[in-house]
């Protein structure tokens, strides 16, 4: 949450509400499902002082895609924004994966189909938001950040507005794999503080960059490999603003055989620690690799070497 003005003392939804995985088909039109390599789990909490949740999570590990969403504006306006957000991304995803090949890379910006296909979502469900806040003045004002992260090829795609985070533990490196689009980074790539300092910080909900509330708005994307065995965390700022990185780390490698007690005890740590916005988690580990299935002429090509 992000500025948000106080709302009506509505009754607090439950205090944890865990995400089901959309069920999917085994196949995807021809590509590779990754259902039996991941294990996943998506937690959301109200927290112990907002009286609504305006995060939101959702996701379909058989595509490998995990999207996360926090909602900003009046009222009920930044559970809108959100929910526009992931149905509109989710929904666009899966349906570029059943009508598009998603071999070779783009031209113009040297990613991959997938990545591509992330990014004109995302920039969709900008402008979905944008034009709801424009005629609907109920939502005046709403915006939300978003991450998401999609799996495909061995690689991770990462796609990120505002200071919703996404975060590695690959063996016993932990690390932030977004950069906050936020004042307070702003100051901390100033020289005013150092890493440590900013997360000490209290007030550090001003973001830079949110969907909705242009017209446009740049979507930062980056593909990384993927190793068996990494973590993979997407959380929103009611996570990281009560609790240091160190102790998220110390938690997955405490309990990370068992992904639901991992989110659980995050959210227990962000509510222990005062719980002052909605606490939004997902988790993602790689168990098995899934190299993308390769078309005939590919396949052709690597008979000659």
Same mark, same amino acid.
């Given at each position: 949450m992000h500025g948000t003005p106080r709302r009506p003392n509505w009754p607090r939804p439950s205090t944890i509400a865990v995400a089901a995985s959309t069920r999917r088909c085994a196949d995807v039109s021809g590509h590779i499902s990754l259902k039996g390599k991941l294990r996943t789990v998506g937690v959301t909490d109200t927290g112990r002082v907002r009286e609504h949740n305006e995060d939101a999570i959702v996701s379909d590990p058989e595509i490998g895609l995990f999207v996360l969403a926090? /909602? %900003? /504006?009046?009222?009920?306006?930044? =559970?809108?924004?959100?929910?526009? @957000?992931?149905?509109?991304? %989710?929904?666009?995803?899966?349906?570029a994966y059943e009508t598009q090949d998603l071999s070779g890379t783009d031209k113009m910006?040297?990613?991959s189909r997938p990545a591509v296909i992330l990014r004109d979502a995302i920039a969709r469900a900008n402008k979905i938001i944008h034009q709801t806040s424009k005629t609907q003045e109920q939502c005046e004002g709403m915006g939300t950040?978003?991450?998401?992260?999609?799996?495909?090829?061995?690689?991770?795609?990462?796609?990120?507005?505002?200071?919703?985070? %996404?975060?590695r533990l690959r063996g016993e490196r932990f690390e932030q794999v977004t950069m906050d689009h936020s004042l307070l980074q702003e100051l901390v790539d100033r020289g005013f503080y150092t890493p440590e300092e900013a997360q000490r910080v209290t007030n550090k909900n001003y973001v830079t960059r949110a969907l909705g509330v242009e017209p446009t708005v740049d979507?930062?994307?980056? =593909?990384?490999?993927?190793?068996?065995?990494?973590?993979?965390?997407?959380?929103?700022?009611?996570?990281?603003?009560?609790?240091?990185? =160190?102790?998220?780390?110390?938690?997955?490698?405490?309990?990370?055989?068992?992904?639901?007690?991992?989110a659980k005890q995050l959210v227990q740590l962000a509510n222990d620690s005062g719980g002052r916005d909605n606490i939004s988690v997902m988790l993602?580990?790689?168990? =098995?690799?899934?190299? @993308?299935?390769?078309?005939?002429?590919?396949?052709?090509?690597?008979?000659?070497?």
């Open positions: 926090d /909602g %900003m /504006g009046g009222y009920n306006a930044g =559970e809108v924004a959100s929910g526009i @957000a992931v149905k509109t991304i %989710m929904n666009l995803v899966r349906e910006s040297g990613l950040t978003v991450v998401a992260g999609l799996l495909h090829d061995n690689r991770v795609i990462i796609a990120h507005v505002g200071d919703s985070r %996404m975060y979507v930062e994307i980056n =593909e990384q490999p993927v190793q068996k065995g990494d973590y993979f965390v997407l959380c929103s700022d009611g996570l990281t603003d009560m609790v240091e990185d =160190e102790d998220i780390h110390l938690t997955i490698s405490t309990f990370g055989v068992n992904l639901n007690t991992v993602i580990q790689v168990t =098995e690799p899934f190299p @993308a299935k390769k078309g005939i002429l590919d396949r052709i090509l690597g008979w000659f070497g």
